[in-house]
C-alpha cells in the first residue's frame, strides 16, 4: 500500500476517529487514503489554525481523545503552529499533519517548500520530516507513543508528496501501539509526602490540569474526603471536583480566582500540588507571598517541573492517577489506624470564607454590566453544561463567576491564550462530545478573529450556545494600560453605517453569524438575557447550528484582579456583595 495509506490505517489502529483540517496540493494523496481507508470522520475547517484548535478542543473533551489537524505544505504548517504551541502549553496530545514539496526539491525554495519541523520543534515533543516512506508507520508509532507518553503533548509529521504516494510493505492486522511509559511514584514517596499533610494544621490541595488529564479526579475526591483536605483547583484543574462539594475551597490568583479561594490559600501550612505547574496566574509574581512560611510537596509527571518555579520541600514524579492511587491506599490505611486529624474546623472554615467574600453579580445597569451576564449563564446552563473560552476579561470575569461540576466541563486555554482559539475549540468540544450541552464564551475581539469557522459549524451540523460579551474595547489590554496612564490603540468602536440602531458597537455580529449560517440573538437589556439564553438552546437543538447570544455592555469595567501580581493584593473595581440579593447565584448563599 502508500505509506499515505498506512498512516491512515494506523491512525485507525490507535483510535482515531475524527480529523479536523484543510486539503492542498501537497497532502492530497493523504486526504485520498483518508477516503478510501474510511473509519475516520474529517471535519472542514476555514482555516488550518482553526483546524489545530479543534483537535485541542476535541482532545479535551474526553479521556483518550487525540485531536488530529491535517493540512498542505507551507502556510498551513505555519498557521498551525499556534495551536500546537497551545498544545504544548496545557499538555495536549494533538497530532499535526503537514503535507510537504518533494524531497528532491525541498531545499531548492519550491513552492510552499518550508522546513516546517524545524519551525515546530520548540512547541512539539517531536516534529520530524520523513525522507523514506519506509519509515512512516515506524514514525507514526512514535507519534502515539511520545504524544501518550510522560507529560502529554503534540506531534508534527510532515510528509513530502513522494513519501506519501510511495508503495511499502506494510501488515495493518498485525500493527500494535507502542505501551505508553508514564511514572509513577513509589509508597516510599508517598509516605514521607504524607508525613508533611500529617503534621500540618490547615492544609490544602492544589489540583491541576494533570489530574483531569490523567483521568484521576475520582481519586483526588476520594484522597480530599479520607484526610478532610480542601481542596484548590487552578484554572486548568477546574471541575476537578464540584464546585459545591463541601471541600471545593475555590481558585487562588492574581485573575482568574476568588475571594474566598485566596482567603484560605493565605491561611494555610502546608500545600499539596498535584498535576499542577504553579502558573504566574496562579501564583503571581510575588512568589515570597505565594510561599510564605508554607511547606510545599509537588507531585507532577514532568521530572523538570519539579523546582521549575521555586524549590518544593519534597517532590514525587509522578503520574497523578498513579500517585494519587497510592495516596488513597495509605489514607485508608491511616483512617483505619485512627492517625488522620479532625480537619472539620479548618474545613468550616473555608466553607465560612465560601458564603461571606462574595463579589456582587447582581445590577441592572443598562448598557449591562458583565458581572450580571455571568449570574444568569448560572441560572440558565446546568451542572453538564461544557463551557470553552481562551483569554481576556471575559474569560477572567467568567472563571471568577461561572459555576464547574465536572472534569472536561471547562475547556479552558490555559498557557498560550490566543485569541480566536474559541470557536473552534468550541467545535471541536461539541464534534467529540454531540451529547452534552457546550456554552462558548467570548469577547468580541477573540469572537472576531477565528469567525469564519462558525461556518464549519453550520456546514457540519455542529450545534452549540456562544454567549459574546461585547463592550467594543480591548478589555483586558485597556485594564492592564492602566498603570502606564494610557488608553491607546484598544477601542474598537466605529458606527456602523449599515447597523446604525446600535451605535458605536462597530461589527453587526448578528448579522455576521445569520451569513455565516448561524443563528443569534442581540440582549440590550439584563432582564432579557435569561429568555435569550432558553431562545438559543431552542435553536441550537432545533436547527443544528451555533447560536449566538450577544450581550452588548457598558463600554468600560474593570474586573477584580492584582495590578501588583500578588495574591494578597487584589483590586475590587466593583462593590462587594453585602445583602443576600447581590449574589443570588453563588455556591452558598451570602451570610451576612
Known amino acids: 500500500m502508500t505509506a499515505a495509506r498506512a498512516a491512515v490505517e494506523i491512525l485507525k489502529r490507535e483510535g482515531v476517529t475524527d480529523a479536523f483540517g484543510v486539503p492542498g496540493a501537497a497532502i492530497n494523496p493523504f486526504y485520498k487514503a483518508l ?12 482555516h488550518v489554525e482553526g483546524a489545530s484548535h479543534m483537535a485541542e478542543g476535541y482532545t479535551r473533551a474526553a479521556p483518550g481523545n487525540i485531536g488530529v489537524c491535517i493540512g498542505t505544505s507551507g ?43 524545524s519551525i515546530a520543534r520548540p512547541v512539539t515533543k517531536m516534529a520530524v520530516t520523513v525522507l523514506e516512506a519506509a519509515q512512516v508507520p515506524g514514525v507514526f508509532q512514535q507519534a502515539f507513543h511520545l504524544m501518550r507518553s510522560g507529560r502529554p503533548g503534540p506531534v508534527l509529521i510532515d510528509l513530502p508528496i513522494d513519501v506519501q504516494l510511495a508503495e511499502i510493505e506494510f501488515d495493518p492486522d498485525t500493527y500494535e501501539p507502542l505501551p505508553v511509559y508514564k511514572p509513577a511514584a513509589t509508597r516510599a514517596q508517598i509516605e514521607k509526602a504524607l508525613t508533611f499533610l500529617l503534621e500540618s494544621q490547615r492544609p490544602v490541595i492544589v489540583a491541576g490540569g494533570g489530574v483531569i488529564g490523567a483521568d484521576a479526579a475520582d481519586l483526588l475526591v476520594e484522597f480530599a474526603e479520607l484526610t478532610g483536605t480542601p481542596v484548590i483547583p487552578t484554572l486548568m484543574g477546574w471541575g476537578v471536583l464540584p464546585d459545591d462539594h463541601e471541600l471545593n475551597a475555590g481558585m487562588v490568583g492574581v485573575q482568574t480566582s476568588h475571594r474566598y479561594g485566596n482567603a ?42 519539579i523546582g ?21 491506599e495509605a489514607a485508608k490505611e491511616l483512617k483505619a489506624g485512627g492517625r488522620l486529624p479532625d480537619r472539620s474546623g479548618w474545613i468550616a472554615a473555608a466553607q465560612e470564607r465560601k458564603a461571606t467574600l462574595l463579589r456582587r453579580t447582581h445590577f441592572d445597569n443598562v448598557p449591562m454590566k458583565p458581572q450580571r451576564v455571568y449570574e444568569e449563564m448560572n441560572r440558565a446552563f446546568g451542572p453538564d453544561t461544557r463551557y470553552v473560552t481562551t483569554i481576556g476579561l471575559s474569560q477572567i470575569a467568567g472563571a471568577q463567576m461561572l459555576h464547574v ?3 472536561r466541563h471547562w475547556i479552558n486555554c490555559g498557557q498560550a491564550g490566543p485569541l480566536g482559539w474559541t470557536i473552534p475549540a468550541a467545535i471541536g468540544v461539541a ?31 455542529i450545534p452549540y450556545v456562544h454567549v459574546l460579551v461585547n463592550n467594543a474595547y480591548l478589555g483586558l489590554i485597556r485594564q492592564a494600560q492602566l498603570g502606564l496612564d494610557i488608553d491607546f490603540q484598544v477601542n474598537l468602536e466605529f458606527e456602523n453605517v449599515n447597523t446604525p440602531e446600535i451605535g458605536v458597537y462597530g461589527v453587526d455580529h448578528v448579522k455576521v453569524a445569520e451569513g455565516l449560517g448561524c443563528k443569534a440573538i442581540r440582549v440590550t437589556e439584563p432582564d432579557e438575557l435569561g429568555a435569550a439564553f ?17 450581550a452588548i455592555l457598558e463600554r468600560v469595567t474593570n474586573i477584580a484582579m492584582s495590578r501588583t501580581m500578588d495574591i494578597s493584593d487584589i483590586s475590587e473595581f466593583e462593590d462587594l456583595a453585602t445583602e443576600p440579593g447581590h449574589a443570588p447565584t453563588s455556591i452558598r448563599p451570602l451570610k451576612v
Open 264 to 305: 484560605t490559600f493565605l491561611e494555610s501550612d502546608f500545600v499539596l500540588g498535584i498535576g499542577n505547574r504553579w502558573a504566574n496566574r496562579h501564583t503571581g509574581y510575588k512568589l515570597d507571598v505565594y510561599r510564605g512560611e508554607r511547606k510545599f510537596v509537588h507531585v507532577d509527571i514532568e521530572p523538570t517541573q
Open 75 to 117: 502556510p498551513a504548517g505555519t498557521d498551525m503552529i499556534t495551536g500546537l504551541y497551545s498544545a504544548i502549553g496545557d499538555s495536549v496530545p494533538i497530532l499535526c499533519i503537514t503535507g510537504q514539496a518533494p524531497t528532491h526539491v525541498i531545499h531548492k525554495e519550491d513552492f510552499q517548500a518550508v522546513d516546517i519541523a
Open 35 to 46: 477516503k478510501e481507508g474510511g473509519g475516520i470522520t474529517h471535519t472542514l475547517a476555514r
Open 308 to 328: 521549575r518555579i521555586f524549590p518544593p520541600d519534597y517532590g514525587v514524579v509522578s503520574d497523578a492517577r498513579a500517585a494519587l492511587e497510592l495516596f488513597v
Open 534 to 550: 432558553e431562545q438559543a438552546k431552542k435553536l441550537a437543538a432545533e436547527y443544528r447550528v451555533p447560536v449566538v447570544v450577544e
Open 431 to 461: 464534534k467529540a462530545d454531540p451529547d452534552s450541552p457546550v456554552v462558548a464564551l467570548s469577547g468580541d475581539y477573540d469572537f472576531q478573529f477565528l469567525i469564519e469557522e462558525l461556518a464549519v459549524a453550520a456546514q457540519h451540523r
Open 405 to 407: 461540576y465536572k472534569p
